[in-house]
């Protein structure tokens, strides 16, 4: 991204950093005031009156360790490229009380629930009192990347949960269900009372299950009997309704069906032996003569390239997904550098952190600048599938990076949960290889330069 996109993006007077004092391995202390002697600007206190309280029974307790770790509310590298000023006054207000909400339900639990591998769920239908719900299907695609940002900086797992439903179910009935079927399902789904899946890669077929889907549809009367298996479905065992994609029997066609969880012949059992993003519940799907009336086919679908047009904006949030991740691992590496002393001083003072903070800044920066610019794309129609997975790929290995150096800077530490460098570390991974591996993006992006297709 040149100079002049930074420069562009920039509409006030430029802004200074801000870095969070807090150490992120001791309990969390009232910041500093506004500015410290070294004219740093400092982290503001939360509005106390606005807090959002937690249920008793998902707050952590004071006994966990992992409770110990400090939230952090820092946004240098938004304020470096002022961003903020692309927004409205009423896109800011929601802006500002998605990162509330993260900061008061989502990362004082996000810790313990990653540890036992287990899904928040109170706190996650509270995301609809944000109202963020349907902003990509609404048109605002930069205010739907930057809620993004801030629930991946929280949590990677809740923020897939909600990419999972919000942009592949909801989008999946939003853009190709019936005028029936949109009134019976959307309602409950965009105030999160129902949950939402999306099923589509199978045990045998991940990156190619264009041309080799084996879940079968075969129509019978005013039913479908649906057949097969899918594989590493999210909201898999917690999900109200799924999408369901199979081919259909005889036919060169694919559809797509909202089915019941409780549908006799379905089954879901839960894929627990992750290292990353263990808060989304992954599933293994069985569907056995699993019977859906014509009124759940999705009329909209007949071919694999409607589904396609899903992928390219589940892969546009995955990009915005690695921006937050590596926000979230600056949080914990700027906080480190400075409050962690070795030889009679902070570990910030020595060029080795330094660099290694620049350069995790650098990543993020250039890595939201990128997303911006696809926001745009998206906004007037031209984001492609190529556009989508060179950020794919790009981003989410500047964001492993990242993730290594933050890790790195953290030192024995950075390997415990409770420092906030090792979760980030480890879900960076998933981020890399879901929705289109890094090298299943990369072979996107060569075949649309060179013309040659290397996997066909």
């Known amino acids: 991204m040149s100079c002049s996109t930074v420069d562009h993006l920039r509409t006030g007077p430029a802004p200074s950093l801000r870095f969070c004092p807090t150490d992120p391995l001791g309990p969390c202390e009232t910041p500093a005031g506004p500015r410290d002697d070294d004219g740093d600007a400092a982290m503001s206190v939360l509005d106390q009156s606005t807090a959002i309280p937690a249920p008793a029974d998902q707050s952590p307790s004071s006994a966990d360790p992992v409770a110990d770790r400090p939230t952090q509310q820092t946004h240098y590298v938004s304020e470096l490229l002022g961003v903020e000023n692309l927004l409205d006054a009423s896109d800011r207000a929601v802006l500002d009380r998605v990162r509330r909400y993260c900061e008061e339900r989502i990362r004082p639990v996000a810790d313990a629930f990653w540890l036992r591998g287990e899904f928040p769920r109170e706190v996650f239908t509270g995301l609809h009192e944000l109202g963020i719900v349907g902003l990509g299907s609404r048109g605002q695609h930069l205010l739907a990347g930057l809620v993004t940002i801030e629930l991946a900086r929280a949590d990677l797992s809740l923020s897939t949960a909600f990419g999972v439903h919000d942009g592949l179910h909801v989008g999946a009935i939003s853009r190709y269900g019936s005028a029936d079927q949109k009134e019976r399902f959307l309602p409950d789904a965009q105030a999160l009372r129902t949950l939402g899946a999306f099923a589509l890669t199978e045990p045998d077929s991940g990156s190619d299950i264009s041309r080799s889907m084996t879940t079968t549809a075969r129509r019978n009367g005013d039913q479908w009997v649906l057949n097969g298996r899918k594989h590493w479905i999210g909201n898999g065992t917690i999900a109200d309704n799924l999408v369901v994609w199979a081919a259909v029997e005889g036919e060169k066609a694919v559809h797509g069906f909202i089915v019941p969880s409780d549908a006799p012949g379905y089954s879901a059992v839960a894929i627990d032996d992750k290292i990353s993003a263990r808060i989304i519940q992954n599933a293994e799907i069985e569907l056995?003569?699993?019977?859906?009336?014509?009124?759940?086919?999705?009329?909209?679908?007949?071919?694999?390239?409607?589904?396609?047009?899903?992928?390219?904006?589940?892969?546009?949030?995955?990009?915005?997904?690695?921006?937050?991740?590596?926000?979230?691992?600056?949080?914990?590496?700027?906080?480190?550098?400075?409050?962690?002393?070795?030889?009679?001083?902070?570990?910030?003072?020595?060029?080795?952190?330094?660099?290694?903070?620049?350069?995790?800044?650098?990543?993020?920066?250039?890595?939201?600048?990128?997303?911006?610019?696809?926001?745009?794309?998206?906004?007037?129609?031209?984001?492609?599938?190529?556009?989508?997975?060179?950020?794919?790929?790009?981003?989410?290995?500047?964001?492993?990076?990242t993730a290594a150096l933050g890790r790195e800077i953290s030192g024995g530490d950075g390997i415990r949960v409770r420092s906030g460098a090792a979760k980030v570390f480890a879900d960076t991974e998933a981020v890399y290889t879901y929705e289109g591996s890094y090298d299943m993006n990369c072979l996107i992006v060569g075949r649309h330069v060179t013309g040659h297709s290397a996997f066909e």
Request: hydrophobic fraction near 45%; aromatic fraction near 6%; charged fraction near 20%.
């Open 288 to 401: 056995t003569d699993v019977r859906v009336g014509e009124d759940r086919r999705l009329p909209g679908v007949m071919t694999f390239r409607d589904v396609n047009t899903l992928l390219l904006h589940s892969r546009i949030w995955v990009g915005w997904q690695t921006v937050g991740l590596q926000f979230a691992a600056l949080d914990t590496a700027i906080a480190r550098a400075r409050t962690r002393s070795q030889f009679g001083r902070p570990i910030g003072s020595f060029q080795l952190t330094q660099e290694k903070l620049a350069r995790m800044i650098g990543n993020a920066s250039s890595s939201l600048s990128l997303m911006i610019q696809l926001a745009r794309a998206q906004s007037d129609g031209t984001a492609t599938i190529e556009l989508a997975a060179v950020a794919k790929s790009s981003l989410s290995l500047r964001a492993r990076e």
